[in-house]
């Protein structure tokens, strides 16, 4: 069992070259599911229908050995489809509990936002308390334990946006972009070959890390060093999304937390033991984008939540 801080570096940076067996050109959306899983939270994958993104998240649990359930979020999808339900049993006359899979390491929740707000809030609880609770009973889920839920960003019909408080239990919102030419034109090579998104094993995907190199991260990532003038750093960026003029919600003090969470993660996968700026500087798009909401008028006239914040990245010097 790897429990060295340096063995278990080595062996989570092999991930992302496993993961390329399967999914091509999305390493950095990889490194922000790592990033998400060092730091015990949950991530929001936004892109179009056909971008990877749940053979993404497959790939990802196959490579660390994780067990993964995927639930399609529809209209009519009910709390206890998720959680879990109690079962009549006939023969001993008795109500049990039957798990629902939200009982796994990896829960793909594709589509999230086209099911109600009434299940989507059913995520909640085993979002941020990491048990379910069914008739009074309090149920712990495996760990480690990661929400990876999906949404298409163009789509909006039939769908039930996030509210700003579900949306908050996410750490990382990550953008899946489509692919370049160069890497599209290696997935159809794989894909004349033979490649089979459904059968990873013959992708050659095999584990090259597991939960004990994740539990050593977790605790390495905890000592690693943030210097004040760093901190105050986090403090400024956060704060000044809440004076930003196109901004009439900016990111609460949770926001500052999980950047700083991201920013300490970012530092330990790149061999510090120490925070710099441009760790910050990485992970505050995808640390604050859902946390923050464009004026109406703003809007309007073409802004957009990612250019106001490299405007408040541009405006906020960074210590040296």
Known sequence: MTTDSHQ?????????????????????????????????????????????????????????????????????????????????????????????????????????????????????????????????????????????????????????????????????????????????????RAHHHGFDPRDLKAAGVHPVAGPADLIAGRYAVQRVAVADPVLAYIVDLCRATRTAPAFELGASPRGATALLAVSKANAWLHGRDYVVPDDVKAFTVPTLRHRVRLRADAELDGATVEGVLAAVLAAVPAPR
């Open 8 to 188: 278990a570096r080595e062996a989570l940076s092999r991930l992302r070259a496993e993961v390329g067996k399967a999914v091509v050109g999305q390493d950095a959306v990889v490194g922000g599911v790592l990033v998400a899983l060092l730091c015990g939270g949950h991530v929001l994958l936004e892109g179009v229908p056909g971008v990877a993104k749940t053979l993404l998240v497959r790939t990802l649990a196959a490579a660390l050995d994780l067990d993964t359930k995927r639930v399609q979020f529809t209209p009519d999808l009910m709390p206890g489809d998720v959680t879990g339900s109690l079962i009549y049993d006939a023969h001993s006359a008795a109500f049990n509990f039957r798990a629902g899979p939200v009982f796994t390491n990896l829960l793909l929740a594709d589509e999230i936002n086209r099911t109600p707000p009434k299940t989507q809030a059913a995520l909640l609880e085993a979002m941020e308390e990491r048990q379910v609770t069914v008739d009074g009973a309090a149920r712990p889920l495996p760990q480690p334990f990661l929400v990876a839920a999906t949404q298409n960003p163009i789509e909006y019909e039939g769908t039930y946006p996030l509210p700003e408080a579900q949306l908050d239990r996410f750490l990382l919102k990550l953008s899946v972009p489509l692919p370049q030419r160069d890497e599209e034109l290696n997935i159809l």
